[in-house]
Each structure stands twice: as structure tokens, then as C-alpha cells.
């Protein structure tokens, strides 16, 4: 397929994005126009179109006559990030819940009962238990039927994987506390009992919160 202008821009946007989130770029790296362009082998104008739809979803900051920052990851941000899903997340469990994909839920589940039943020695898995997580979180924002809630989730789950990341080597204890309650909140809705579930997800989250927090201050 001939590549255009507008499938170079997804294409320069997707790629940023990734390493934005992975933190292949870190928080507060400086990066160039030039160096994306020969990165992503693409012209000028669907980097700069890809890197203003980017500084919109508060990933980078466009400085005139410098270059493009990957925004800063703070503590205000990781505040800010965990007060939105502690709104969010159980509002929608409370009122989407009959939406949620149960057949996803479940595989979920699984993975999470497999992963649980041995030690976590290497970092990989830490970073199952992260997908996990992320897919999990990610499975009940999307039976939210109100397209607003799930534009900010989305954005809101993307700063996370960039929490997790930089925290990951200081809270992997967090991660089997973390599945559990994942496998708790799980049972809850799979049973329907939805003022447990509420209560379930805004534990894990608040515990969360608090990892995350400890993370970056030692």
C-alpha cells in the first residue's frame, strides 16, 4: 500500500506514542523533529501533525525554536491519574457492569490464577501481571457506554503503563497483593454483587495508589 500523508501520520503517532508510554522516550526527554522523522522515515508534516494530536493527549509539550518534550511523570500527575479512575472506575461498575465482556473477564482470570501459582523472580513476571492489570482495567472501561468517560479513561491508562514502568522495580511485591485483588473484584461481579464490587475496585485502586506513590519517592 502507497504510504500517504494521513497513514504516515498514524503511523508517526502510533510509533511516538508507544515509545512515549514504554518509556523508550523518558519523562522529560528532549526529541527532534529530524530524529523522528528519520526514525519513523516520514516528512516533516505528519510528524508535526502526529506530535500536536500527542501535546492535546498530554504526552508531550511542543517548545518553540527547542524541540518536543516528553512531559515530566510527577507526583501531581500520578495524584491527579488515580483521583480520575477513583471516580471513574467504580461509577462505571456500578452502572455498566451488565456491559462488561465476561468471556474476557474470565480468560482474565485465568491468566491470573496461572501466573499466581508460582514465584515471581524475573521481570517478566512483573510485566504479565502488568498486562494483566492493564487489561483488566481496561475490559471494564470499555463496557462504559458514554464515549466521554471512555476518551479519558483511555488517555488516563496509557500515563499508567508510564507509572507502572518507572515504579515496576521498586513494587513488585505490589504485583501478587495486586492480583489478588484482582481475582476478589473479578468474583464479585462475576456473582453480581455490585456494592462489593464497587468497594473492591476502590481498595485495589487506593492500594495501588499508595504503591505507586512509594515507588517514586524511594
Not at 30 to 35: C, D, F, G, T, Y
Not at 74 to 82: G, P, Q, W
Request: proline share 3%; aromatic share 6%.
Amino acid at each position: 500500500m502507497k504510504k500517504t500523508d494521513t497513514n504516515l501520520k498514524q503511523i508517526a503517532y502510533e510509533t511516538i506514542k508507544s515509545k512515549i508510554i514504554h518509556c523508550e522516550y523518558k519523562p522529560n526527554d528532549i526529541l527532534s523533529e529530524m530524529m523522528l522523522m528519520e526514525e519513523i522515515d516520514a516528512s516533516r508534516t505528519p510528524i508535526r501533525e502526529a506530535l500536536n494530536m500527542l501535546a492535546q493527549e498530554q504526552l508531550v509539550q511542543i517548545i518553540p525554536k527547542k524541540g518536543i518534550r516528553a512531559l515530566p511523570l510527577t507526583m501531581k500527575e500520578i495524584a491527579m491519574t488515580f483521583e480520575a479512575r477513583l471516580l471513574m472506575e467504580p461509577y462505571i461498575i456500578e452502572n455498566y457492569s451488565k456491559y462488561i465482556d465476561m468471556d474476557k473477564l474470565l480468560e482474565l482470570e485465568e491468566q491470573t490464577n496461572k501466573i499466581l501459582s508460582s514465584d515471581i523472580l524475573e521481570q517478566k513476571d512483573a510485566v504479565i501481571f502488568c498486562n494483566i492489570d492493564d487489561a483488566l482495567h481496561r475490559t471494564i472501561a470499555d463496557a462504559c457506554k458514554n464515549k466521554y468517560l471512555n476518551m479519558n479513561l483511555s488517555q488516563i491508562y496509557d500515563q499508567n503503563i508510564r507509572i507502572r514502568i518507572l515504579g515496576e522495580q521498586n513494587i513488585w511485591e505490589r504485583h501478587k497483593v495486586a492480583a489478588m485483588e484482582h481475582l476478589e473484584l473479578i468474583n464479585y461481579i462475576k456473582n453480581h454483587d455490585l456494592p462489593s464490587a464497587v468497594a473492591s475496585i476502590r481498595v485495589h485502586l487506593i492500594h495501588s495508589k499508595e504503591a505507586a506513590v512509594a515507588s517514586f519517592l524511594s
